[in-house]
């Protein structure tokens, strides 16, 4: 138990419990009061204590109704705007209406905001491990609402993010990822530091869009035809993509985005993919 709390197993729940390592996470994360901050998860609290220690004001999204009511209970509104609900149905950009907090009334926990702004939030979190790839797939749809994320996942995930073609985990969040995410590994953790101890190793991560990547993302011709294509491809990469792609790709198509189709989807640039939807 932690502060009373036990994590559940159907939540995916392990709760960060070293005080180091989440003194090392604020640390890299470097929150500014004048900033947006969004915390995905934030369980029993030990970050967001953190976070709270640096800035005036923090909106995290928690499912567990019973942890957004403890929170609820511990901090004031204008400290902590709480919204109960599933992160995967949240619209990131409603994040925005959080931003004002209102005077002295009591805590709120919300089933959702709503709202369109240009400015920028940046995310912090130890993502559930069961959810945390399409969670990133989530997060890429809001890209341009965002100015940064750090985040604790499964070393896995994290490898994958940051792999490069003809790698065995290169694949389909890798190519999503690296249209419009610079992803920065900063530091491993240890499966002690939690509890209860993940049975996998864990990395904190810093993911950042790029200027470099979305001007390189509006030169795609059709953004879901891309993503199909790249979905098919890793969904049989044992596969050569005229195997994996023959409902989609001719061999003409091919010929005329300059790809191999003798080539597995695990050896394709991120361009050539982007080569290949445009054909």
Known sequence: MTHGITPRKRFGQHFLTDENVLERIVNVFHPADNELVLEIGPGSGALTERLLDRISHLTVVELDRD????????????????????ILNFEIASVFNCSEPAGDALPVIADDLTGQTS????IIGNLP????????????????HIQDMVFMLQK???????????SKIYGRLSV?????????????????????PP???????????????RAASHLIHDRNRLNEIVKLAFAQRRKTLRNSLQQLVSDA??????????????????????????A
């Open 156 to 166: 896995e995930v994290a490898q994958r993010l940051s792999a490069a073609p003809g």
């Open 129 to 144: 491990y069961n959810i945390s790839t399409p969670l990133l797939f989530h997060l890429l749809k809001s890209v341009e």
């Open 199 to 213: 049975k996998v190793e864990s990395t904190v991560i810093r993911l950042t869009p790029t200027p470099l990547s």
């Open 67 to 86: 942890l957004a009511a403890t929170l609820s209970e511990k901090y004031d509104s204008d400290q902590l705007t709480i919204v109960q609900a599933d």
């Open 253 to 278: 198509q091919f010929e005329n985005a300059r790809v191999d189709s003798s080539k597995r989807a695990e050896n394709l640039t991120v361009d050539q993919f982007i080569q290949l939807s445009n």
């Open 119 to 122: 400015k920028k939030v940046r």
């Open 176 to 196: 999503m990822a690296a249209l419009e995410l610079d992803c920065q590994c900063l530091f491993d953790v240890p499966s002690q530091a939690f509890e209860p």
